[in-house]
C-alpha cells in the first residue's frame, strides 16, 4: 500500500472527509518552511496532496524526492508546482474541482468589514471601549471597480449591484461585449483606480499581472478608497501597499493574500490599523473542503487503477 501525505491540513479535517482506504494516508498539519524540512517530511511518501500554492513544489523538490510518483493539487491551476520538472522525473500532477462562490463570499466580508468599520467597533464593544467612534461608507450609489471579470469577477460584479454600486472593470484583454453583457462599465486602469471607492482584485497572476498594483496606481486612488485583494499578493506591489497605507494615500486595505504565508508574526500588514487581514480564507468553506478531498481520492483511485485523471499539463 503506498503511502500518502496530506499537506498543510492547518483545521486537521482532510483524512475525516473522504474514504483514504486504498493509501496509508498521513495528515501533516503544520506548515513546513523550507525545502531541507520538506524533503525529510516526506523522503518515504510516492503519494503527495498539497492545498492550493501554500508548498511549492520546485525543481530541486522533485530531484530530492525520488519515491514521488502523485502529485495532486487542490484546484486545477497552482502555480507553485513545476510541471516541467515532475515530468521529467516522472511525476504525474493531477488537479480537483473547486468552487469560485466562496472567495466572493470572503471578499464581500471584507469590504463590508472595511465600510463599516467592524474590526475597531467590536474590538471596542469587547474592551467596554466608546459606543461608536466611526461613520461607515455608503456602499449604495458608490464604485466599485473590478480588476478581472472573470468566474469571481463576474460574480462580484452581481452581488455589487446588488448593493446599488455602479460597477466598473478592467483587464488587458476585456471587452465591451463582456462588460455590456453585465450591466458593467468598461473602464481604462486609470479610470478604475481613480474612480471607485473600493477596488478589489481578481486576476491570475502571471508575468503580466505581477506587480500590476503599485505606486503608481495607488497613488490614483482617493484617499477614501479601498483595495482588497483576495486573488494572489504579487499582483500588489506589497512595499508599495503598505507605504500607501503608511502614509493615508487611501483609506485602507482588505488583505486575504501574502506573498509569504503564513504571514511572519509581527509583519506590517498584522498591525497597520487600516487593515482588515484574513489567513487567505477565502476558499476555506465546508463544501469546498469536501469536493478538494474527494476529488482528490478518486484521482489517487484512477492513478492506482493506471487511468489518470484531471491530470495538468
Not at 494516508?25 to 524540512?37: K, L, M, P
Not at 464604485?143 to 478592467?170: C, E, Y
Not at 483606480?193 to 508575468?207: I, K, M, R, T, Y
Not at 503608511?246 to 503564513?262: C, K, N, Q, S, Y
Amino acid at each position: 500500500m503506498l503511502r500518502c501525505a496530506v499537506l498543510d491540513d492547518y483545521q486537521g479535517v482532510a483524512l475525516g472527509l473522504a474514504d483514504w482506504s486504498r493509501v496509508r494516508a498521513t495528515s501533516f498539519r503544520a506548515h513546513f518552511t523550507g525545502h531541507d524540512e520538506l524533503v525529510a517530511a516526506l523522503a518515504d511518501f510516492e503519494i503527495v496532496v498539497v492545498m492550493r500554492e501554500r508548498t511549492p513544489f520546485t525543481a530541486e523538490v522533485f530531484e530530492r524526492l525520488p519515491r514521488l510518483r502523485l502529485l495532486i493539487t487542490t484546484g486545477m491551476r497552482n502555480a507553485s508546482v513545476d510541471l516541467d520538472a515532475a515530468r521529467a522525473r516522472g511525476v504525474t500532477v493531477c488537479g480537483t474541482g473547486s468552487a469560485s462562490t466562496p472567495p466572493a463570499e470572503l471578499t464581500w466580508a471584507l469590504i463590508l468589514g472595511l465600510a463599516r468599520h467592524l474590526l475597531p467597533e467590536a474590538a471596542a464593544m469587547r474592551s467596554d471601549g466608546p459606543w461608536q467612534s466611526t461613520v461607515g461608507m455608503d456602499l449604495h450609489g458608490s464604485t466599485l471597480g473590478l480588476l478581472g471579470l472573470g468566474k469571481i469577477g463576474s460574480q462580484m460584479a452581481r452581488i455589487g449591484q446588488a448593493f446599488g454600486m455602479n460597477v466598473i472593470a478592467w483587464s488587458r484583454h476585456l471587452t465591451r461585449a463582456r462588460t455590456d453583457e453585465l450591466g458593467v462599465r468598461l473602464a481604462t486602469k486609470e479610470e478604475l483606480f481613480a474612480e471607485s471607492d473600493v477596488v478589489s482584485v481578481h486576476l491570475v497572476l502571471g508575468e503580466r499581472t505581477r506587480g500590476l498594483v503599485g505606486r503608481r496606481e495607488l497613488s490614483l486612488m482617493r484617499p477614501s478608497a479601498y483595495l482588497v485583494n483576495t486573488s494572489r499578493a504579487a499582483i500588489v506591489d506589497q512595499d508599495a501597499l503598505a507605504a500607501a497605507l503608511r502614509e493615508g494615500l487611501i483609506a485602507g486595505a482588505g488583505l486575504d493574500v501574502f506573498e509569504t504565508e503564513p504571514l511572519p508574526a509581527g509583519h506590517e500588514l498584522r498591525r497597520l490599523p487600516n487593515v482588515l487581514a484574513t489567513p487567505h480564507l477565502g476558499y476555506v468553506t465546508g463544501g469546498n473542503y469536501e469536493t478538494y478531498f474527494r476529488d482528490a481520492v478518486q484521482d489517487i483511485d484512477a492513478y492506482l487503477d493506471g487511468t489518470p485523471i484531471r491530470v495538468l499539463t
